[in-house]
């Protein structure tokens, strides 16, 4: 499955799920595709795993937290998030660490403030190790946090935008 990409979206310094200086996180990078889907892209390392070379479940529902809850910005602005309310995890397959992993989220209903989505979490190979479905609330940046976050740790990140992205 191939997905033309149209942009991507705003990475942080420290966020466990993107941030780019968390010695921790994901160090996720997020494309928005021309069907309205977001796609996170990131490599599960060591410090993420759960059994012996899977990733701990907590890590799978919190990309697809993240991938559905980012993927309001597509409608909105890069300044306006998904404040989770609820979230539904379906675990099929045990997911790798050191490899590269997808996710794809959407919006299924945007009912003003709250929101719906739905997104999985892709193995290599393209078959779904996990589903979620969640309920979110619209929330400006400037309602989570103050300025200096958007001003200091809230940037477009390096390198080029891929023209798509195979799944």
């Not at 060591?46 to 980012?70: C, F, K, M």
């Not at 929101?115 to 290599?124: A, D, I, N, V």
């Not at 989570?144 to 935008?161: H, M, Q, R």
Request: proline share 4%; with cysteine.
């Amino acid at each position: 499955m191939r997905h033309k990409i149209t942009n991507n979206q705003y990475i942080s310094k420290n966020c466990f799920v993107c941030g780019v200086d968390n010695a921790f996180g994901l160090k996720s990078h997020f494309y928005e595709t021309e069907n309205n889907e977001l796609i996170a892209i990131f490599h599960p390392r060591n410090e993420h795993q759960s059994y012996p070379n899977v990733i701990h479940g907590g890590i799978s529902a919190t990309i697809l937290d993240e991938v559905i809850g980012r993927a309001i910005m597509m409608t909105t602005d890069s300044n306006t998030f998904g404040v989770t309310i609820e979230l539904k995890v379906h675990y099929k397959k045990p997911v790798p660490l050191d490899s590269e992993l997808k996710a794809i989220g959407r919006i299924t209903n945007d009912r003003g403030r709250i929101f719906e989505g739905t997104g999985e979490l892709y193995l290599p190979n393209g078959d779904v190790a996990v589903e979620a479905e969640g309920k979110y609330m619209k929330r400006r940046l400037d309602q989570i946090t103050d300025s200096d976050f958007a001003d200091n740790e809230w940037f477009v990140p390096k390198g080029d935008l891929p023209e798509e992205i195979s799944i």
